[in-house]
């Protein structure tokens, strides 16, 4: 068993328009681990990101960082790129580094490592309106891994892009995850992307939002090809499919 | 493609920019304008101290050049300096306005009040206070004119930051100046430039106002000064050819600091990109 990381205890999240957007949910994030978090529109999976990054905070219950130093070090891809429409892809990948009062001369070898590894070699100095969706979550991914954090949050970061693309990137990322041994807690609508890259799946559900399974994918990494054609690979997309259904239980669309 | 300058589109030469459409459109009216004006005054015999004829106003504004044109750059420092003040104090009142919402809510009002009282009655009080001292009066004149479109615009470009970059920045653990200087400064940066560009001709105006109620008084005279004088002396002509530099100049004012606007705003902008053919 992994050393927890994160633990949500019975949180529950309700904003000001009267929304539940989280109801009792509890969940322990390892250390090292990589968590997906999967459900329908609009179950709570964003909200989940926003407390653990501390960007709002549980109505009720508790979100308790069971190692504390990782709190300063953690790193958020959000849904789209969010990048600065004014800075070249350098200088947005460069903005953490310099938020943190690091010169230039010492972050750059940094940036240019973050840039090779995500692949965006060559357009350091365009502007992310010159880029396609995938450069730019790429860039975005980019700015999020050169502070070297030990927890990763992303947000659907692949959910715009057609299915090679996303491939290519699922593998990039799980190759990072690998080396770097990352926290790294994921959200996607996606069932073949969350077998293919967790170590554990966490199934919501909506109307409220809760977890309503939690699965562990036990595959040894690194991953390939051959998983995805597996037996078992089958099998754990059934089980992932079945609780989402029971997770949209309540709900019935006419 | 280049390796330092991925997919930038070609910039269009010069003279691509003056035969283009939003060139010789405006200019195709003007001169249907001007050939309907001419042919007007020639038809209905109007004398020339009622409406000169466009050729008769040209020949006016050669023969005047020298006077003219100094009393054109009276009149462009008093803008030049309103509307550098304008933009600079604009800026600086708006981020005050940022820094605490009770400095916005108990003073925005009284920029809204200085808006829009109407500057020819406050004008003369101005004048009179400051009696001592007539181009500062002027210059503070056409302040009032100018400023009001940058606080306004450059207020609203500051709270218009993006969610996700504000999360961002918060998740970044930055201080409200850097917070500032990297993500609301540049956010508001297109909403300030739409604001310059609306009070540079402000300024002009308000200078031009300003010269009004001053009067002929004071020994350095501008462009007003001139209009005035001719049409007490019903020297119609020269009118219209002062007219015509104001015109001109506002006209420039406009189009250089459009320009200023693409250049800063080309790169990112959605308002300065031009359109790939
Ligand atoms: N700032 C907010 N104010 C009010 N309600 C909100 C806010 N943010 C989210 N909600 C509501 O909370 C619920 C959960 O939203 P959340 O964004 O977490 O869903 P999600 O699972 O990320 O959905 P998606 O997959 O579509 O991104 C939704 O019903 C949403 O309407
Ligand atoms: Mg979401």
């Given at each position: 068993?992994?050393?927890?990381?994160?633990?949500?205890?019975?949180?529950?999240?309700?904003?000001?328009?009267?929304?539940?957007?989280?109801?009792?949910?509890?969940?322990?994030?390892?250390?090292?681990?990589?968590?997906?978090?999967?459900?329908?529109?609009?179950?709570?999976?964003?909200?989940?990101?926003?407390?653990?990054?501390?960007?709002?905070?549980?109505?009720?219950?508790?979100?308790?960082?069971?190692?504390?130093?990782?709190?300063?070090?953690?790193?958020?891809?959000?849904?789209?790129?969010?990048?600065?429409?004014?800075?070249?892809?350098?200088?947005?990948?460069?903005?953490?580094?310099?938020?943190?009062?690091?010169?230039?001369?010492?972050?750059?070898?940094?940036?240019?490592?973050?840039?090779?590894?995500?692949?965006?070699?060559?357009?350091?100095?365009?502007?992310?309106r010159q880029?396609?969706?995938?450069?730019?979550?790429?860039?975005?991914?980019?700015?999020?891994?050169?502070?070297?954090?030990?927890?990763?949050?992303?947000?659907?970061?692949?959910?715009?892009?057609?299915?090679?693309?996303?491939?290519?990137?699922?593998?990039?990322?799980?190759?990072?995850?690998?080396?770097?041994?990352?926290?790294?807690?994921?959200?996607?609508?996606?069932?073949?992307?969350?077998?293919?890259?967790?170590?554990?799946?966490?199934?919501?559900?909506?109307?409220?939002?809760?977890?309503?399974?939690?699965?562990?994918?036990?595959?040894?990494?690194?991953?390939?090809?051959?998983?995805?054609?597996?037996?078992?690979?089958?099998?754990?997309?059934?089980?992932?499919?079945?609780?989402?259904?029971?997770?949209?239980?309540?709900?019935?669309?006419? | 493609?280049?390796?330092?300058?991925?997919m930038f589109p070609a910039r269009r030469?010069?003279?691509?920019?003056?035969?283009s459409p939003d060139?010789?459109?405006?200019?195709?009216?003007?001169?249907?304008?001007?050939?309907?004006?001419?042919?007007?005054?020639?038809?209905?015999?109007?004398?020339?101290?009622?409406?000169?004829?466009?050729?008769?106003?040209?020949?006016?504004?050669?023969?005047?050049?020298?006077?003219?044109?100094?009393?054109?750059?009276?009149?462009?420092?008093?803008?030049?300096?309103?509307?550098?003040?304008?933009?600079?104090?604009?800026?600086?009142?708006?981020?005050?306005?940022?820094?605490?919402?009770?400095?916005?809510?108990?003073?925005?009002?009284?920029?809204?009040?200085?808006?829009?009282?109407?500057?020819?009655?406050?004008?003369?009080?101005?004048?009179?206070?400051?009696?001592?001292?007539?181009?500062?009066?002027?210059?503070?004149?056409?302040?009032?004119?100018?400023?009001?479109?940058?606080?306004?615009?450059?207020?609203?470009?500051?709270?218009?930051?993006?969610?996700?970059?504000?999360?961002?920045?918060?998740?970044?653990?930055?201080?409200?100046?850097?917070?500032?200087?990297?993500?609301?400064?540049?956010?508001?940066?297109?909403?300030?430039?739409?604001?310059?560009?609306?009070?540079?001709?402000?300024?002009?105006?308000?200078?031009?106002?300003?010269?009004?109620?001053?009067?002929?008084?004071?020994?350095?005279?501008?462009?007003?000064?001139?209009?005035?004088?001719?049409?007490?002396?019903?020297?119609?002509?020269?009118?219209?050819?002062?007219?015509?530099?104001?015109?001109?100049?506002?006209?420039?004012?406009?189009?250089?600091?459009?320009?200023?606007?693409d250049?800063?705003?080309r790169?990112?902008h959605e308002s300065a990109i031009k359109p790939e053919s």
């Amino acid at each position: 068993m992994l050393q927890p990381a994160i633990t949500l205890s019975h949180v529950t999240k309700v904003f000001s328009t009267g929304t539940i957007a989280l109801q009792d949910v509890s969940l322990t994030v390892g250390d090292g681990e990589f968590l997906s978090l999967v459900g329908p529109s609009g179950c709570g999976k964003s909200t989940i990101l926003s407390l653990i990054a501390g960007l709002s905070l549980p109505t009720q219950g508790d979100l308790c960082w069971q190692i504390p130093e990782y709190r300063q070090e953690l790193a958020f891809v959000f849904q789209d790129a969010a990048l600065l429409p004014w800075s070249t892809v350098k200088e947005n990948i460069r903005l953490p580094l310099k938020l943190a009062g690091i010169s230039r001369a010492e972050s750059d070898q940094l940036v240019d490592e973050a840039i090779e590894l995500v692949g965006l070699t060559g357009f350091e100095k365009a502007f992310p309106r010159q880029l396609s969706g995938g450069m730019r979550m790429r860039a975005s991914i980019a700015r999020a891994i050169v502070t070297q954090p030990k927890v990763l949050l992303m947000d659907e970061p692949f959910g715009a892009l057609d299915e090679i693309t996303r491939n290519k990137l699922n593998e990039d990322v799980m190759q990072l995850w690998h080396q770097k041994r990352w926290t790294v807690i994921f959200v996607t609508h996606n069932i073949y992307e969350a077998v293919y890259l967790s170590t554990r799946v966490a199934v919501m559900g909506v109307n409220p939002g809760r977890i309503v399974d939690e699965l562990q994918i036990d595959e040894p990494y690194p991953r390939s090809e051959a998983f995805r054609q597996s037996a078992q690979f089958g099998q754990y997309r059934h089980r992932l499919a079945t609780a989402l259904a029971t997770g949209m239980g309540s709900v019935s669309i006419l | 493609m280049s390796r330092s300058r991925p997919m930038f589109p070609a910039r269009r030469s010069l003279i691509q920019r003056i035969v283009s459409p939003d060139v010789l459109a405006p200019l195709g009216v003007g001169v249907l304008f001007l050939l309907a004006w001419d042919a007007f005054v020639q038809i209905s015999g109007l004398p020339p101290y009622l409406l000169p004829r466009p050729g008769l106003v040209l020949q006016t504004l050669i023969d005047n050049w020298n006077e003219l044109f100094a009393s054109l750059m009276v009149t462009l420092q008093i803008t030049v300096v309103a509307f550098l003040a304008a933009a600079i104090s604009g800026v600086g009142i708006s981020v005050l306005f940022t820094v605490n919402k009770w400095i916005e809510r108990s003073l925005f009002p009284y920029a809204v009040i200085l808006q829009t009282t109407p500057l020819v009655a406050i004008a003369p009080l101005i004048v009179i206070w400051l009696k001592e001292n007539t181009f500062g009066a002027l210059v503070l004149c056409a302040w009032i004119a100018a400023f009001f479109p940058v606080v306004a615009n450059t207020t609203l470009g500051l709270n218009s930051v993006d969610r996700n970059l504000n999360n961002l920045f918060k998740l970044y653990n930055t201080n409200p100046w850097q917070r500032l200087i990297y993500l609301r400064l540049p956010s508001a940066l297109p909403y300030f430039l739409g604001g310059l560009r609306i009070s540079g001709g402000l300024s002009l105006i308000g200078a031009v106002v300003a010269e009004f109620v001053a009067g002929t008084g004071g020994a350095k005279s501008g462009i007003a000064y001139q209009i005035l004088i001719s049409s007490y002396n019903l020297q119609i002509p020269k009118m219209f050819a002062a007219l015509l530099m104001v015109t001109s100049l506002g006209i420039l004012i406009f189009i250089g600091l459009s320009a200023l606007s693409d250049r800063l705003l080309r790169d990112w902008h959605e308002s300065a990109i031009k359109p790939e053919s």
